[in-house]
């Protein structure tokens, strides 16, 4: 099937990922129904089709590691009015399912660019991974508000941990190599696998690539939280967005 007709280089790629059946057993995981995930998918994309029709991104493409159908989405894509900037990409993993998500989801992210059409010809394009089924409400300002230049755009917390928020992230092709993409094994374990990348972060590991650490923007997150089917959209959760908001304005050094 061809690819996403992009009549320009793009600017900005949305890369979201996704696992609609995961295996029995995938370590920590409580939200597990492939029904109610494909709803969480299904929702997210329509969302972030829209974000792609008013032009805040050039492409999307959708990366399933189950092997799971992607047809749902594939209409939904559709109905949006984005089947042509949208490309799919389905393929089952061959993975242990006993370590950290991250572990999976950084094997996932190698095989996108792998596989992928658009993000093998994404140049200097910024590619902005999303974990699929969270809708960042505030995507748009936050792709609007990118510095101007960057190899990797995260953000990174010290309260009440040391971690990366790994939901939402950017970063350009050559850098993702150099990066999220290597040493994946130093990830094969139950540890969460975003302390590891921010030690790595934190001890220089990256060399002389741009990370820059913190988003200008704080992301507003909506959805189902796998690890404990906790919602991002109930009041405690809300709560801390505007207070990381708040702080993010009035004390940026505090990194909460």
Do not use: C
Not at 8 to 37: C, V, Y
Not at 111 to 131: D, P, Y
Not at 169 to 174: L, V
């Amino acid at each position: 099937m061809p690819g996403p007709e992009i009549m320009t280089a793009p600017r900005n790629i949305l890369l979201m990922t996704s696992t609609i059946a995961p295996k029995a057993g995938t370590f920590a995981l409580k939200r597990a129904d492939p029904a109610d995930r494909l709803n969480d998918y299904v929702k997210a994309l329509t969302f972030y089709a829209g974000e792609t029709r008013r032009g805040f991104f050039d492409a999307l493409v959708y990366v399933d590691n189950s092997g799971h159908s992607l047809e749902a989405l594939r209409d939904a894509a559709a109905r949006a009015g984005v089947a042509e900037k949208a490309e799919f990409v389905s393929y089952e993993a061959d993975l242990p399912v006993e370590f950290s998500r991250y572990y999976l989801e950084a094997h996932l992210l190698i095989e996108a660019m792998n596989r992928s059409a658009v993000l093998r010809a994404a140049g200097e394009a910024a590619i902005w991974k999303v974990t699929g089924r969270y809708i960042v409400e505030n995507v748009a300002e936050i792709v609007r508000t990118q510095p101007a230049s960057f190899d990797l755009y995260l953000n990174l917390r010290n309260s009440p941990e040391r971690v990366v928020d790994f939901f939402l992230a950017a970063f350009r092709k050559d850098a993702f190599w150099k990066t999220v993409g290597r040493d994946i094994e130093d990830y094969r374990t139950t540890e969460a696998g975003e302390k590891i990348l921010r030690r790595k972060i934190d001890d220089g590991a990256f060399g002389e690539l741009r990370i820059v650490p913190r988003l200008v923007r704080t992301p507003k997150v909506f959805g189902v939280r796998g690890f404990d089917g906790a919602s991002y959209g109930g009041l405690k959760h809300q709560a801390k967005f505007y207070l990381r908001a708040a702080a993010n304005r009035a004390l940026p050094w505090l990194w909460i």
